[in-house]
């Protein structure tokens, strides 16, 4: 991805450091007047080497690693890497704890849609709404808390099941809860299709055909809002999702509005399963045991995380440690979509189409080997680690 | 007389800065968390504003850094340029266990350490995360620290 300039061009450099953004990202925008010509992403600002961090930790240590990829979509990542450890096992959770792990998965989808309503509407200057949402966003996190004791990291997932449960009290403090959000929801569905001033930052801004979405890989609601049917919920249940199942959202405009509209639909799925969860949760047992140390194996576990399709890929080499831990977030799958929808915007209309596709960066930045067609590079470890130390010398 | 004219600045100034400090964040290589919970700390449940607290864009015109997350190598020259480019007196609170130790990501090979390593902290605020009010708490004690 070269920035390509020619004299009468201006580049526009924005982060990493950036207001508007909680993450360090840096993206060069070359514009000819007010319109954008060519885009262009630094990620790799937050890579901590968390795989490689991994191989040197326990199984049980990695689970609370793992949870800490992202801060926004922490259980997914628990999740994922735990149902992968116990088909390594042989084992398999307990079905309250498989519905309870998927109640915490959907009041975090919950407040990851919430949470990305407002930032987004705050990037197109739609503080109100933003203040509001994340207001609204206060009560589900006050409903992860009282099940999980944290309001962010609520480590739910321990290997074999679940560390919490829920009580008649709590799951009536989910009912209202759910009563209230849906409520507001619907004010803001009806402000995200109504409202003429926002509809104009938003239809048909930012345009993905369902062809592109195809191609440049897009999922996750991203790629829902051009049509894309893809959901790993509904494509291979995980969890509880095959008792309490959920119905796809698709739209098929892929402009910014469809991409709102998408995510605020994917909320009332949410409101509803979770009231199904609660009123209909399986009794049982929480945990099955673990072995310490994992059988030898591959295995390769999918969730869908608030943003799309998390893979985990894990080896063991029947230690107590894993032998490679490999994570492939939706984020950076959704990065290229950006950078082509972009083209032929108006600058001011860059910080909503970045925002649209909910990016994430502590996710993201992982090391990833770009196969260009002619110049491409592989690097084992020894030469990685080797450049590393030069680069940074 | 110039002497007692400087001293009655000094005093305005220290006066404005206890009570509105404009605050920049910068997250060197944190997992979100945290970040979340300061972004929580400015919507209405929390809402520093009413303190006079203002979160705002560029370093040139911050008085205090919030950093969170351990500082990861290649965010480290960008903290150290953005501290440098505050004015002075310049106050760093670092929020989250990771910008305290490193936290769970102590030993990752990306990772230098956490922030006191870089640049000088005078505020750690513990937690993973913590809590917008514990945040708040840690600004109001900084600000307490200023007062003559
Ligand atoms: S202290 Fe915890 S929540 Fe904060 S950045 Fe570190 S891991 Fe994330």
């Known amino acids: ?55 040197n930790r326990t199984w049980v240590q990695d689970l609370y690693l793992m949870e800490r990829v992202c801060g926004i979509c922490s259980h997914v990542h628990a999740l994922a890497f735990s149902l992968g450890v116990e088909k390594l096992a042989g084992v398999q959770a307990p079905p309250r704890a498989q519905a309870i792990r998927e109640l915490v998965s959907e009041l975090e989808r919950i407040h990851s849609h919430l949470l990305w309503l407002g930032v987004a509407a705050h990037e197109g200057g739609f503080d109100t709404l933003f203040m509001f949402s994340w207001r609204d966003r206060e009560t589900v996190m006050d409903l992860l808390e009282t099940i999980s004791g944290n309001r962010v990291n609520y480590s739910a997932n321990v290997l074999g099941g679940v560390k919490i449960d829920i009580n008649e009290k709590q799951a009536d403090a989910i009912r209202k809860g759910m009563d209230f959000l849906e409520e507001r929801t619907q004010h803001y569905l009806k402000v995200v299709t109504e409202d003429e001033t926002f509809l104009g930052r938003t239809r048909n801004i930012g345009v993905m055909t369902y ?80 072995p310490r140390r994992i059988p030898e194996g591959e295995v390769i576990s999918r969730v869908e995380a ?23 977030t939706p984020s950076l799958c959704n990065w290229s979509s950006v950078l082509v929808t972009a083209v032929g915007h108006n600058l001011a209309d860059m910080p909503m189409i970045l925002a649209g596709i909910d990016p994430c960066f502590s996710c993201n930045d992982r090391v990833v080997t770009v196969n260009r067609k002619t110049d491409s590079t592989q690097m084992d470890w020894e030469d990685l680690r080797q450049y590393g130390i030069e680069y940074y010398k | 007389m110039e002497n007692l004219m400087q001293g009655v600045m000094e005093k305005v100034k220290t006066w404005a800065r206890i009570n509105s400090p404009w605050a920049i964040h910068y997250n060197s290589g944190s997992c979100n968390g945290c970040d979340i919970e300061i972004l929580a700390t400015l919507t209405p449940r929390y809402d520093v504003e009413r303190f006079g607290i203002k979160l705002q864009g560029s370093p040139r015109h911050a ?32 929020v989250g266990s990771c910008g305290i130790s490193g936290g769970v990501f102590q030993g990752c090979y990306n990772v230098v350490g956490d922030i006191s390593e870089v640049i000088p902290v005078n505020v750690y605020i513990p937690g993973c995360p913590p809590r917008p009010e514990a945040i708040i708490h840690g600004v109001v004690e900084l600000l307490k620290s200023l007062q003559p």
Not at chain 1, 306 to 328: T, W
Not at chain 2, 64 to 92: A, N
């Open chain 1, 211 to 290: 062809e592109q979405a195809d191609f440049l890989g897009a999922i996750g609601p991203t790629g829902r809002a051009s049509g894309v049917k893809r959901d790993v919920r509904v494509d291979s249940p995980y969890t509880a999702y095959s008792d309490f199942p959920v119905n796809l959202v698709t739209h098929t405009h892929g402009d910014l509005e469809a991409r709102f509209i998408v995510r605020i639909k994917e909320l009332y799925e949410s409101y509803r399963l979770v009231r199904e969860l609660v009123d209909k949760m399986p009794a049982g047992e929480l945990t099955v045991k673990v």
């Open chain 1, 306 to 328: 608030p943003r799309g399709e998390l893979l985990y890929f894990l080896k063991s080499n029947g230690s107590d440690k894993p032998e490679r831990v490999k994570v492939r």
């Open chain 2, 63 to 94: 008085d205090v850094l919030i950093c969170t997350g351990p500082v990861t190598l290649q965010s480290r020259d960008r903290l150290v340029r953005i501290y440098e480019q505050m004015p002075e007196p310049k106050f760093v609170v670092a």
């Open chain 1, 1 to 55: 991805m070269e920035p390509k300039t020619a004299p009468e061009k201006f580049i526009v450099p924005i982060g990493p450091q950036h207001p508007a953004l909680k993450e360090p990202g840096h993206f060069e925008f070359t514009v000819e007047g007010e319109v954008v010509t060519n885009a262009t992403a630094r990620l790799g600002f937050v890579h901590r080497g968390m795989e490689k961090g991994a191989e």
